[in-house]
């Protein structure tokens, strides 16, 4: 049987390999520059066109709980720092979390009590000064610390950032193979002091037996970007009260098992898939939209159109509008996995990171320095 692994054509050395160019991987690719390593990143397709592209740009910060709240606040110093050094928009507009009943203002009042000078509530109609809401509002809260960027562009341009700093990219190189100081791809060669694999929901396709350990699924979303019914320009990120049962901190609250009850007691259309109503607004004035979930090892590829009018429904409900007109769709995959985060030694020099909560974006940056401190000890 003929090998077609390119074992005798050298892409040369670098002290750390990073499998994966979504932002886990750029972000060990960014903690490693600042450390003075050589760095080569491989990725599969020409460019990242996965789950960092196809999200809603949200540091959602503030709501994380636990390792993920640690990450996070670490993850927004440094994406503070990278916005200046890099040249990338990043708006520090925070979020508005909007409570259209009586519950869902409850979990936001102890979430504000437990997270001292983090959370600002709001009334009604402080909540209306900031984002476009329909009637019905009981109140909300703002987070001041979370951040927004365009997710079309803020991974494009890290990577541009970190070729300036020298960093080595092989696009369209798929990894074949990793070993201890050993990377065999497509291409070639490439041999590493150590080895970061980062490639989201695919951990299965390098580490089989690692990913079942874990149970690793594939989330699937469905996400859409509508024209702005309002023309108004909408600063922060806007979630709703389906919001409070996607994030931990929320989920953390003494009132939030009684919210949970009420939404699948009342909306069992909208909890059973998943939704997570809220927005943000790209540079252009279009909100994105969504989402749902889907969990599955194997996916089905077919999407029912009955998702996307749940969330248009839902969302021209919170802004108050008449129907929204879509500009795209599409839909989103990452790893979800019963711990939030996929940290694993497989080989010595060698680890495997995946973010398996939908929160890349938010922890990347401050989960990667960790990950170097134990892989370069």
Not at 9 to 32: C, Q, R, Y
Not at 223 to 250: T, W
């Amino acid at each position: 049987m003929t090998s077609h692994l390119p074992r005798d054509t050298s892409l040369g050395a670098a002290d750390l390999v990073v499998v994966g160019a979504g932002i886990v991987g750029l972000a060990h690719a960014v903690d490693a520059v600042a450390r003075g390593l050589s760095v080569v990143v491989v990725e599969r397709d020409e460019r990242a066109v996965g789950a960092s592209v196809r999200n809603f740009g949200h540091g959602c910060f503030t709501a994380q709980d636990g390792d993920a709240l640690r990450y996070a606040m670490a993850a927004r110093t440094a994406w503070l720092r990278l916005a200046k050094e890099a040249g990338l928009r990043l708006d520090e507009s925070g979020t508005v979390v909007v409570a259209r009943a009586d519950d869902e203002y409850a979990v936001l009042r102890e979430f504000a009590a437990a997270r001292d000078g983090q959370v600002v509530l709001l009334d009604g109609r402080r909540v209306a000064e900031r984002v476009p809401v329909g009637a019905g509002v009981v109140g909300g809260a703002w987070l001041p610390l979370d951040v927004r960027v365009d997710p079309r562009e803020a991974v494009h341009a890290i990577a541009a950032w970190l070729a300036g700093q020298g960093v080595r990219f092989h696009w369209a190189t798929t990894a074949h193979l990793v070993e201890p100081g050993l990377v065999i791809t497509s291409r070639g060669r490439i041999r590493a002091g150590h080895v970061v694999l980062a490639v989201g929901h695919d951990v299965d396709r390098h580490f089989p037996g690692l990913a079942e350990r874990a149970g690793l699924r594939r989330c699937v979303l469905r996400m859409l970007r509508v024209a702005d019914p309002h023309g108004r320009r909408v600063d922060p990120a806007v979630l709703s009260g389906f919001s409070l049962l996607r994030y931990a901190g929320f989920a953390a609250c003494p009132t939030g098992p009684a919210l949970r009850a009420r939404l699948e007691r009342e909306r069992p259309e909208l909890t059973g898939i998943g939704l997570n109503l809220m927005l943000t607004q790209r540079p252009d004035g279009d909100l994105i939209v969504g989402d749902t979930h889907a969990y599955a090892v194997t996916p089905e590829p077919f999407g029912a159109d009955e998702l996307d009018r749940h969330i248009l429904d839902e969302a021209a409900r919170l802004l108050g509008s008449g129907p929204l007109a879509v500009r795209e769709r599409w839909r989103g995959v990452y790893a979800s996995a019963p711990d939030p985060f996929l940290i694993a030694a497989p080989m010595p020099g060698v680890r495997v990171v995946s973010v398996t909560s939908g929160i890349g974006m938010t922890t990347a940056l401050g989960l990667a320095p960790e990950i170097l401190d134990d892989l370069l000890a």
